[in-house]
Nanobody
Framework: VQLQACGGGLVQAGGSLRLSCAAS????????MGWFRQAPGKEREFVAA????????YYADSVKGRFTISRDNAKNTVYLQMNSLKPEDTAVYYC????????????????WGQGTLVTVSA
């Protein structure tokens, strides 16, 4: 099983980034997917999740209206479009797969990617 996240980088406040996460080794289209982030010295926190069909999405209050999660089951890829970025969005972002729809609890995710660093400068 592999989840390969990419697309992180350095961006100024107010800017945008699009993260991608390519999956392999499991039936991607049968799993709900999520994005989490972890800032230095802080616990890993939920960012967004999407149903295996792509028809339902869930967001943390801190990113609602700025971030959009989507997926392409034909490409085994999940995306996170991040707009209006703020310095407090700086973190390592992880994608993860779960059989539990809409869960925000890291322990309920079965597979994890290696993370991609997003740095937002003021």
């Amino acid at each position: 099983v592999q989840l390969q996240a990419c697309g992180g980088g350095l961006v100024q406040a107010g800017g945008s980034l699009r993260l991608s996460c390519a999956a392999s080794g499991f039936t991607f289209s049968s799993y709900n997917m999520g994005w989490f982030r972890q800032a230095p010295g802080k616990e890993r926190e939920f960012v967004a999740a999407i149903r295996w069909t792509g028809t339902s999405t869930y967001y943390a209050d801190s990113v609602k209206g700025r971030f959009t999660i989507s997926r392409d089951n034909a490409k085994n890829t999940v995306y996170l479009q991040m707009n209006s970025l703020k310095p407090e969005d700086t973190a390592v972002y992880y994608c993860a797969a779960t059989g539990t729809l809409g869960t925000r609890v890291p322990i309920e995710y079965n597979y994890w990617g290696q993370g991609t660093l997003v740095t937002v400068s003021a």
